[in-house]
């Protein structure tokens, strides 16, 4: 668990709440728009919580040195996975460096546009 509020230097709490995952330490942010529609690798993966609703936050085998932010659907696909696979599986399976997919931009039925993540067998 994080330090309490009291015991953290305010320079402590504030880099506490700018960093969201494990994952974005010492990462620079990539943009979805930079590797959407291109073939990626996903090395890893965070969900965490902000604002009260799940976020999750991805690493790449071709940008290993940044981190993505996903999306809604995105993370709802992270959170399947884990509750599917469970946290140590699923490691497992991505340590294999074989998660290749390719973010496309799809639109729901309503019009909303949205990132798809789609699987290359």
Known sequence: MAQSKKTMTLAEFVKS?????????????LETKDIKDKEITITDFDIFN???RPAGVFITA??????????????????DIINAYGEDNYKAEL????FKCKLTTKKSES??????MEVIA
Do not use: C, W
Request: charged residues 25%.
């Open 111 to 116: 019009g909303f546009s949205y990132t798809n």
């Open 95 to 98: 340590a294999k460096g074989e």
């Open 62 to 79: 071709e940008h290993p040195d940044k981190f993505t932010f996903s999306g809604q659907v995105i993370t709802s696909i992270f959170e």
């Open 17 to 29: 709440r700018q960093t969201l995952s494990p994952l974005m330490e010492g990462r620079e942010k």
């Open 50 to 52: 902000f604002r009260g």
